[in-house]
């Protein structure tokens, strides 16, 4: 077995350096769900902090994924300065409910002003080579939030975990911060966003749906022990739940912040190759602050299936009080391209677009709506087994020469000197035609010839 060993000496850095780093990415990533009557940033006269992920934190995946870390810093360690108590409130890698860790929690819970409950995922649950058959959290810590949710109202929770957490829970707590799997130093990270020495500005890259049956892979998940059938197509995530208008616990591309910004002005210029998106966004509030502006679009005018909606750009923005700044975004033209399987390439069609901005998937702010002509009636109008006899009708002076060909020239004409045959013919593809007799070789020939003689043209 071949030797890929590095022999030569090990280049040396500053750890320290690259620590800082490791912070200043995780807290920009933080994503703050939830803060009912400003509940964070975190200013308690007394503190109490639950759970064993404050001592023993999840900061990386398991299997493959883990590394060497140089220094691990929890969240207990980052509160070293602060005053707080603390109880462990229930056992990681142990799912019973401990009554005597309960208890020692509910009594933190009774004592203190303000509570943080550390909780997530065992490492057992998101680890390679199997699959979670649940998206919620084990039922210790489910007890635990209902026993202390019983005794504190002004009460956190931080989650830390790979994957998505149903939150049944989530009208019992004032505030949710979601920090995923955030690196070694996970705990300066997450006292950084509670004490609000950073504002935090992540969004979320994933729906939290409100229950495991309205994920769109629910009905075909694991149904086939020999295949796995991804049934959804498009309708992966945030399209699938947008499009069907279901209600989710938090959208994709959800994050708040401890200030408040301002959309506005919004201009659209269609350019030769792209679109050109500006807008205007102030912040509002009293601090300075950072946000993800994103940009959808949504295609109105394609005869397929399509999303309500598509994410197609996001900038992040950062704001002094009272700052507004001009974003503007270069959208190419092929962000609104489908791929046409009659035809084996990609296409854009002329029509109607709405282009969205907003802090989410469904807090849009602005929207307008463009009306593109860009294809310079080039390849897209060429014509297919599936394209409609209405629009041979519109377009019949293009194809003469090939509906004369084949004969199909008699049914154009008999379709516009009848308007009861107009209403018949209106929605009927060309493939169809087979009903009156007219053999599949025949109208593909014709969609042949009729392209090319199109093509000629062009």
């Known amino acids: 077995m071949k030797d890929y060993q590095i022999k030569e000496e090990v280049q ?28 964070l940033r975190l200013q308690p006269s007394s503190l109490g902090l639950i759970g064993e992920l404050a001592e023993n934190p999840r900061y990386q995946g398991g299997g493959s994924s883990k590394v060497n870390p140089y220094h691990v810093v929890t969240p207990l360690g980052a509160f070293k300065n602060q005053q707080y108590v603390y109880a462990q409130g229930y056992n990681i890698n142990n799912h019973e409910v401990d009554q005597q860790l309960q208890q020692q929690a509910v009594k933190v819970a009774q004592q203190n002003d303000q509570v943080v409950l550390f909780l997530g995922y065992p490492e057992s649950y998101e680890t390679e080579g199997l699959d979670k058959d649940s998206l919620s959290l084990p039922d210790n810590q489910l007890a635990l939030i209902d026993a202390v949710t019983k005794e504190n109202e002004n009460v956190t929770i931080v989650l830390q975990n790979g994957g998505t957490v ?41 729906t939290v749906p409100q ?12 149904q086939s022990k020999a295949d796995e059938n991804y049934r959804e197509g498009i309708y992966v995530g945030y399209r699938y739940y947008d499009t069907k208008n279901i209600e989710t616990q938090f959208p994709f591309g959800h994050g708040l912040s401890y200030t408040t910004f301002d959309y506005s002005n919004m201009q659209i210029t269609n350019q030769e190759s792209s679109l050109k998106v500006s807008l205007d966004i102030k912040n509002k509030g009293n601090i300075f602050g950072e946000e993800v502006v994103q940009i959808y679009i949504g295609n109105r005018t394609s005869d397929i299936d399509m999303p309500f909606k598509e994410l197609r750009e996001f900038e992040r923005v950062a704001l002094e009080v009272n700052e507004t700044k001009t974003i503007t975004f270069e959208i190419p033209h092929k962000a609104m391209r489908w791929y046409n399987e009659n035809r084996g390439q990609w296409q854009i069609d002329d029509g109607k677009y709405i282009i969205y901005a907003g802090s989410s998937v469904k807090d849009i702010r602005l929207e307008q709506s463009i009306t593109i002509n860009i294809t310079n009636q080039t390849t897209s109008n060429h014509i297919h087994e599936d394209t409609y006899l209405s629009e041979i009708v519109t377009r019949k002076e293009a194809f003469k020469q090939s ?3 084949y004969n199909l020239d008699k049914i154009i ?11 018949i013919f209106e929605n009927m593809p060309l493939r169809s035609l087979i009903m009156v007799n007219i053999d599949i ?7 042949d010839a009729a392209n090319e003689e199109k093509s000629k043209q062009e």
């Open 211 to 222: 229950r495991i049956e309205d994920v769109p892979s629910y009905l075909t998940f694991n």
């Open 403 to 405: 509906l004369e060909q």
């Open 12 to 39: 040396s850095y500053d750890k320290e350096t690259y620590h800082d780093f490791a912070r200043e990415l995780a807290r920009k990533s933080i994503v703050l769900l939830k803060n009912e009557n400003e509940n």
């Open 441 to 447: 070789k025949t109208v593909r020939d014709f969609i």
């Open 166 to 206: 149903l939150m049944p829970w989530v009208d019992k707590v004032k505030s949710i911060v979601e920090t995923y799997l955030p690196g070694e130093a996970v705990g300066e990270a997450i006292y950084d966003i509670l004490t609000g020495k950073q504002n935090p500005a992540g969004k979320l890259a994933e």
């Open 413 to 423: 004409d008999a379709v516009i000197e009848n308007p009861e045959l107009t209403s």
